[in-house]
T-cell receptor, first 115, second 113 residues
């Protein structure tokens, strides 16, 4: 049973560029959330996707956008990168309904460095 | 802004000791409280979780204690081992609609051999 997979694992971008991160959820899961984890901090909620729609957003600017595909996989896009966007980006997979609804399981993350 | 406050920031114990990590939340809009363990360079892994209608839950060497009236919960690691050295995060799940999770700032635990 494959867990949550994310790609790429590491990437370096220049200020002002755009980046796309990808996530495949755990088998049987239909919901994907994205979190940003700065060094030495806890994960911060960016947004959640269910049924190909953004259901809730955290306190992140519109430069952060996403998408969910019919197979439940998801992308996180960040435009006009700033140095402060350097962080570990975590994809969290869950099943919205059911007795254990929405327990989230994280992937290994994508390390983004903006220079 | 809903918050989850976690302490201590770091903790060092001897092998076999019982580290205790504490978290407190500020309102009652949470319905599920998981703990995650994170090793360097890895994503957080679900360790154990509790619902507010339960005061204690044990899974192996890990125990969560929950005090609903005080809005506090804690993680105890029995017979700690060097392999438990990691960063631990508490979290709280918001009850509204999409189940957003709020995380604590983390506790870096080091277990000495």
């Amino acid at each position: 049973d494959a867990g949550v997979t994310q790609s790429p694992t590491h990437l370096i971008k220049t200020r002002g560029q755009q980046v796309t991160l990808r996530c495949s959820p755990k088998s049987g899961h239909d919901t994907v959330s994205w979190y940003q984890q700065a060094l030495g901090q806890g994960p911060q909620f960016i947004f959640q996707y269910y049924e190909e729609e953004e259901r809730q957003r955290g306190n992140f600017p519109d430069r952060f956008s996403g998408h969910q595909f019919p197979n439940y996989s998801s992308e996180l896009n960040v435009n006009a990168l700033l140095l402060g966007d350097s962080a570990l980006y975590l994809c969290a997979s869950s099943q919205l309904t059911g007795s254990v609804g929405n327990t989230i399981y994280f992937g290994e993350g994508s390390w983004l460095t903006v220079v | 802004q809903q918050q989850v406050k976690q302490s201590p920031q770091s903790l060092i114990v001897q092998k076999g000791g019982i580290p205790i990590i504490n978290c407190a939340y500020e309102n009652t809009a949470f319905d599920y409280f998981p703990w995650y363990q994170q090793f360097p360079g890895k994503g957080p892994a679900l360790l154990i979780a509790i619902r507010p209608d339960v005061s204690e839950k044990k899974e192996g060497r890990f125990t969560i204690s929950f005090n609903k009236s005080a809005k506090q919960f804690s993680l105890h690691i029995m017979d700690s081992q060097p392999g438990d050295s990691a960063t631990y995060f508490c979290a709280a799940r918001q009850t509204s609609g999409t189940y957003k999770y709020i995380f604590g700032t983390g506790t870096r635990l080091k277990v000495l051999a």
